[in-house]
Structures are given as structure tokens and as C-alpha cells.
């Protein structure tokens, strides 16, 4: 299914990321956590590119597995700055060949020592050639307080726009937890005329390793009320989960309340968090458009064929 489509149809669209493992041996692990994420009914799954450095391989064939036999449609990221420009069309077409309909099209972070292999410099270069050999609907990343390369936001939205003249149909944020700096940045980036739906990915912090890493990675800033949160409960496991999952559940209704596209939950692979996180919002989430097929129903399905 196209995802686009699905913004024409329900708001929010809520969905959930995942990473692949870093070997083949970690997939059941991921598997494990794509049926507990099943039960949350997502309208898609995303799965991130770059962890094992496979050339995409375990991104497609997750984001394949996601789509056949959970019912669940997926979104497949790609980055290109760290690879050659044979690598990345071979990364679309077997991207294309495993039925993957969606893709998010991303620069990638530039990894030290291979600096200058990529022959594609930004996101936006990427997208056609996906269009060229892949046809498939794209997403692009936008960053609410902006993106740390970028010299000014004026700037990055001005880059944003060659993006969606690149053909992305929809976006999906940085993870922030300021939603004021979201409203703000949605209202520019609408003055700019750009008209694709904006989801809005929230990642509640449960663990004080992920302040100190993901966190200061993504420049985003923190309000008071998230920086107390963090003191308080720094060393305090269980009172940390709680007050992390109440943070995201009480930013992710205040978005719905104000209207938002998309709401996209980094899950960080731990459906736990994402399940708190997901009782706390469900009233305020429409039904899922298709039904969700079981892994069990499917087996029976393919017996029966
Ligand atoms: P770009 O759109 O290319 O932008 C990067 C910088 O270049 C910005 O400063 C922008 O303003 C500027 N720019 C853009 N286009 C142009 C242009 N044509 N000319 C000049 N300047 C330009 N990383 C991974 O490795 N794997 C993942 O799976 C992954 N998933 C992500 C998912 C989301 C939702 C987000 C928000 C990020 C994700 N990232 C992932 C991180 C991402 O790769 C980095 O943030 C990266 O630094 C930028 O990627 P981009 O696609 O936004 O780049």
C-alpha cells in the first residue's frame, strides 16, 4: 500500500520505528519485537538503514517480512552518502525486487574516514534516483529546530524544498520535545508552500544513556519540565520509564489535540515502551485502515494455497 494514500484517509497516521540488528543473528530478536509492536496496529513500520553496514540488506529483508507476514505495511530508510553509486541502485532495485513500496530517502550521517565515497551529497539526489529505478513512494527527514550542518533554518527549509521537488510525498521529524518549536516550525515550513503531510517522531527517553547519546545527538532542545524529569529520576530505573513514557504520551496527545499529520515513535526496539506509551494515546487513535492479518491467519493462509 502506498503510505501517501493513508494521509488522504485517517489523522493521525501513527507508526513505529525500528533498527535491524547489527548481525543475522540478532533477527529473531527483531522479529520477537515486530509482533509485539503488531499488536499496537501501526499504519506502518519503519525500519532504519546503516546499523551492520550490509549495504541495506537486513533493512529490505525486515521491511519485506513486516509487509508479508504481519500484514503491517512498511517503510524501508536508505541512506547514500556513505555509499558508491553502484551500491545504492543496487540497494533500490533489491529494495523494488522485495516488493518494498515505500521508502525514506535520507543523506545518512557522514561516517569519519569515508568521507567523500558517496557520490550522491544529499537526500534530495537520492529521491530521484529512487524515482528513476525504483518508483517507489518516498519520505524524507525534516528537523524541527534544524538540521546541525545547516547554517540557518531559513536555509534548511529552503533545502527541504528541493526535497519535495525531488517527488518525497511526506516527512517525518527529528525527535524534539518541544512541540511548541513543532508548531512554529510546521507553520514556516507551510508559509514556504510545502504541502506534504509532516509526522511528527517522538522518542520518549526511558533510560539516562539515551540523554546522554541520542539525545545531545539530535541538538534538540530540552524544556524545564524535561530537563526536572531527567534529575529526578536519573537513578531511578522504574520511576524514569514511567515519567519518560507520561512525557511522550502527554506531547503526543497535545499534537493530536493541535491536528498532526503523523505522530512516528522511535521505539529503540522495545515494544514495553512503546505499548505504555501507546495505552496512554489510543482513544485519541483512528481504527486502522486495513485489517491487520495475523502471522497465524497468514501461515493459514499459505497452507491453504
Ligand atoms: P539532507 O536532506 O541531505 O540534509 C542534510 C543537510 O544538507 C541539511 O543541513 C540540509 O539543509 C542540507 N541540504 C539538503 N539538501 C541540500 C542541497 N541540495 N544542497 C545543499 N544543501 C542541502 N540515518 C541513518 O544512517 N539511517 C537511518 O535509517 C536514519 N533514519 C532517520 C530517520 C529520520 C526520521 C530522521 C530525521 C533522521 C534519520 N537518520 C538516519 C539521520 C539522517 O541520516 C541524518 O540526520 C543526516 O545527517 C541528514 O539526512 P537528511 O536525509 O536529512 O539529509
Known amino acids: 500500500m502506498r503510505i501517501p494514500k493513508l494521509f488522504e484517509k485517517k489523522k493521525p497516521v501513527f507508526s513505529l520505528e525500528i533498527f535491524p540488528p547489527k548481525k543475522t543473528t540478532g533477527l529473531e530478536s527483531v522479529y ?10 501501526p499504519d506502518y513500520i519503519s525500519v532504519t538503514y546503516g546499523a551492520g553496514g550490509d549495504g541495506g540488506k537486513l533493512t529490505s529483508e525486515i521491511a519485506g517480512k513486516i509487509k508479508r507476514e504481519y500484514g503491517i505495511e512498511a517503510l524501508a530508510h536508505i541512506t547514500c552518502i556513505n555509499s558508491t553509486e553502484r551500491e545504492v541502485k543496487e540497494m533500490i532495485r533489491e529494495m523494488k525486487d522485495n516488493n518494498i513500496e515505500n521508502v525514506l530517502a535520507l543523506r545518512g550521517d557522514i561516517v569519519e574516514g569515508k568521507e567523500g565515497v558517496g557520490e550522491y551529497h544529499h537526500a534530495n539526489e537520492l529521491a530521484i534516483e529512487i524515482q528513476r529505478i525504483g518508483g517507489m513512494q518516498i519520505f524524507g527527514a525534516c ?6 550542518d545547516s547554517p540557518s533554518k531559513e536555509q534548511d527549509i529552503q533545502n527541504l524544498k528541493y526535497k519535495i521537488g525531488a517527488g518525497v510525498q511526506g516527512l517525518i521529524t527529528q525527535l524534539f520535545f518541544d512541540n511548541e518549536a513543532f508548531y512554529e516550525y510546521v507553520r514556516t515550513v507551510r508559509r514556504a508552500g510545502i504541502d506534504v503531510p509532516i509526522s511528527a517522531g517522538i522518542m520518549p527517553i526511558t533510560k539516562k544513556t539515551q540523554v546522554e547519546r541520542t539525545v545531545e545527538m539530535s541538538g534538540a532542545k530540552l524544556p524545564d519540565d524535561f530537563k526536572a524529569m531527567i534529575k529526578k529520576y536519573q537513578d531511578d530505573e522504574e520511576g524514569l520509564f514511567s515519567a519518560g513514557t507520561d512525557y511522550a504520551v502527554k506531547q503526543i496527545r497535545d499534537l493530536i489535540e493541535h491536528g498532526v499529520d503523523g505522530v512516528h515513535l522511535y521505539t529503540m526496539n522495545t515494544p514495553e515502551v512503546a505499548s505504555a506509551v501507546y495505552e496512554g494515546i489510543k ?3 483512528p481504527q486502522r485502515i486495513e485489517k491487520h492479518v495475523s502471522r497465524q491467519e497468514k501461515t493459514r493462509e499459505y497452507a491453504a494455497v
Open 143 to 148: 528537523y524541527p529546530e534544524g538540521h546541525p
Open 283 to 285: 482513544d485519541l487513535l
Open 32 to 41: 520477537k519485537t515486530v509482533e509485539a509492536l503488531a499488536e499496537l496496529e
